[in-house]
């Protein structure tokens, strides 16, 4: 009998044993799970940081877009208002554009560079190329020269035009 016993306790005590192992098992696969929970809910509350922050950034940007427009609106009607002013305040700038577009008539030019040929026709044949590149260096650096005051001409009177403009 003691024997029966005995081999009873010791099967109690091995079913013991497993389920304590077991218990143990449930714990650690527990933890575990929680460890992962834990992971992805940290995981999950970066992603949705992160979407917020570009959120909140396309909100702002937004915002400084429309700023920007409502400020380029604001200086378009400025704009329109000093252009609708009338054709008579206008006048003498139409006037000026008017002579400089005249002053760029490149036939008046061809004549000029002809004029010049003729003064060196008296020459002896052997010297024509020695005219040909004189009558261009001088016809180069005059062009340059009107080119040069028509640009001014053109700039004194686009100020003139726009000086209410820049205000």
């Known amino acids: 009998m003691a024997t029966k016993l005995e ?11 497993k389920e304590q192992k077991a218990a143990r098992q449930a714990e650690q696969k527990l933890l575990k799970e929680q460890e992962k929970a834990d992971k992805e809910r940290a995981r999950a509350e970066d992603k949705a940081a992160q979407q917020l922050a570009k959120l909140e950034a396309k909100k702002v940007e937004k915002e400084t877009k429309k700023s920007r427009k409502a400020e380029q609106a604001l200086e378009k009607q400025r704009v329109k208002v000093l252009l609708s002013r009338p054709k008579i305040e206008r006048k003498p700038a139409q006037i000026a ?5 005249k002053e760029r ?11 010049v040929r003729k003064n060196f026709m008296d020459l002896p044949p052997a010297l024509w190329p020695l005219m040909l590149v ?7 650096n005059t062009w340059e020269k009107e080119r040069q005051q028509r640009d001014l001409k053109e700039a004194r009177r686009f100020l003139k035009e726009t000086r209410d403009i820049r205000k």
């Open 105 to 115: 008539n490149p036939r008046l030019a061809l004549r000029k560079v002809q004029s």
């Open 7 to 17: 081999n009873e306790a010791k099967k109690q005590l091995k079913q013991q044993e």
């Open 134 to 140: 004189v009558s261009y260096i001088w016809a180069k």
């Open 97 to 101: 554009a008017k002579a400089i577009a």
